[in-house]
Nanobody, 122 residues
Framework: VQLQASGGGLVQAGGSLRLSCAASGRIFSSWFMGWFRQAPGKEREFVAGIRWGVGNTYYADSVKGRFTISRDGAKNTVYLQMNSPKPEDTDVYYC????????????????WGQGTQVTVSS
């Protein structure tokens, strides 16, 4: 499985941005797709995740109510809709896939896309 993240860029605080993660190869219904972010010198942190089959979603407290994760099975793509972003959301964002189910720990993920930079201006 290969993951291709896109959609990053510069956005004003309070605006909106949508990230996409296109997967090549089969994503099984039991798999869990996640978005993470990482700032220089910091650990990669969980942002949001979705169980591919049933669509259950999970969020970090810092983004709950502002970000929405979704998936399109026909396109094999996961999205992260970022509404009302804040300057502290500025990071490199990564998508990842876990064959082991829901988890917030990056070490539990089997496949990673390349990062996409998101910069939120104040």
């Amino acid at each position: 499985v290969q993951l291709q993240a896109s959609g990053g860029g510069l956005v004003q605080a309070g605006g909106s941005l949508r990230l996409s993660c296109a997967a090549s190869g089969r994503i099984f219904s039991s798999w869990f797709m996640g978005w993470f972010r990482q700032a220089p010198g910091k650990e990669r942190e969980f942002v949001a995740g979705i169980r591919w089959g049933v669509g259950n979603t999970y969020y970090a407290d810092s983004v709950k109510g502002r970000f929405t994760i979704s998936r399109d099975g026909a396109k094999n793509t996961v999205y992260l809709q970022m509404n009302s972003p804040k300057p502290e959301d500025t990071d490199v964002y990564y998508c990842a896939a876990s064959a082991r189910g829901m988890d917030r720990a990056p070490g539990r993920y089997d496949y990673w896309g390349q990062g996409t930079q998101v910069t939120v201006s104040s």
